[in-house]
């Protein structure tokens, strides 16, 4: 009933920029949090941001002051830019978000909401 699917990603140089965005659609009432996961070869999924439906973000480390995320609640989109890119920003770069949805009469809360995943490749 909900479908995430994200655009963007793709071939970068360090320090250069990359701009992921994802759009939720299906018969959605609400999106809690919204943000994005990177999982590179090897290594287990990790939380990269994360953007509360009032706006409030929480980072990983590693990107803070590169990465930046927001989202459009109208649109029900979240969008990272990502900047300063290094080499080991490499991974495939999954969206998240956990939505209220409607089926029949009734409503669904599910967190584990996931897009396809996209490919990003920082070159040193």
């Known amino acids: 009933q909900v479908q995430l699917v994200e655009s963007g990603g793709g071939l970068a140089q360090a320090g250069g920029s990359l701009r992921l965005s994802c759009a939720a659609s299906?018969?959605?009432?609400?999106?809690?949090?919204m943000g994005w996961y990177r999982q590179a070869p090897g290594n287990q999924r990790e939380l990269v941001a994360l953007?509360?439906?009032?706006?409030?973000?929480n980072y990983v480390d590693s990107v803070k002051g590169r990465f930046t995320i927001s989202r459009d609640n109208a649109k029900n989109t979240v969008s990272l830019q990502m900047s300063s890119l290094r080499p080991e920003d490499t991974a495939v770069y999954y969206c998240?978000?956990?939505?209220?949805?409607?089926?029949?009469?009734?409503?669904?809360?599910?967190?584990?909401?996931w897009g396809q995943g996209t490919q990003v490749t920082v070159s040193s």
């Open positions: 998240y978000a956990e939505v209220t949805f409607q089926s029949g009469t009734l409503y669904y809360r599910k967190t584990d909401n």
């Open positions: 299906g018969s959605i009432i609400s999106i809690e949090d």
């Open positions: 953007i509360a439906s009032g706006g409030s973000t």
